[in-house]
Structures are given as C-alpha cells and as structure tokens.
C-alpha cells in the first residue's frame, strides 16, 4: 500500500472521531487498515475504559482501484469514505462489558466496491 494513500485516507477519517481517540493507521503493505477507540467515559470506577476498537479497512483491490483514478473519482470516493465511516460511528454503541483484563472487543467496518468504487 502507498505510504502517501494511507497518511490520505488516515488524514481525512481521524478528525472524524471523538475527540482523544487513539487512532492508528497500521502499517500493512497490500491493504489500509485504521485502527480507533477512545475512553469511554461510562463507569466512574474505570475513567480509562477504553471503547471497543474499530477498524476501518479498505481491501486490497479497492485501493489499488482508488490510486488508478482520476482525482474527480478521488474526490467523490474520499466523501464516500468519509460518510461510510461517519453512518457506521453514529450507530456504533462504543461500550462493553469486558473486564478490565480482557481488551475490548474488536469491530471492522469493509469499505468495498460498495463504498469505494462507483
């Protein structure tokens, strides 16, 4: 995966979340992959619960389709991007009920050729 595509889409998603969210974009060659979760905030005895983790991940195939465009189909893929993760958040319930030694579940939002390629 371009290094320049990833820093992008990573740039464009992360002020989407709540403020102080650990956001992430890892390192994975063939595919982007962003990684977010943030306290919590619901139980006064554990202030540093941490959300359940979202990923976000474009397949590998998507992005290459992405960097093929033209910057028009860029621009309209980025606001898709950008609104899929935005109608995923607004029904996202961040909480949990893992103990405080079991890491939060983990949820993965596919943005595919029904998100990316129009």
């Known amino acids: 995966m371009n290094k320049e595509l990833m820093n992008h889409w990573g740039s464009l998603l992360q002020p989407i979340f709540p403020n102080g969210t650990e956001f992430e974009v890892a390192p994975i060659e063939s595919y982007f992959q962003a ?54 958040l607004a029904n996202h319930d961040p909480d949990h009920n893992n103990p405080r030694d079991v890491p939060p579940p983990v949820v993965e939002w596919i943005a595919g050729s029904n998100v990316l390629n129009s």
């Open 35 to 88: 990684k977010a979760s943030w306290k919590t905030g619901t139980e006064p005895d554990r202030p540093n619960k941490m959300s359940k983790t979202i990923l976000i991940t474009v397949p590998e195939e998507i992005a290459d389709d992405y960097a093929n465009k033209n910057d028009a189909q860029r621009q309209s893929d980025d606001i898709r991007l950008c609104e899929f993760v935005k109608s995923n």
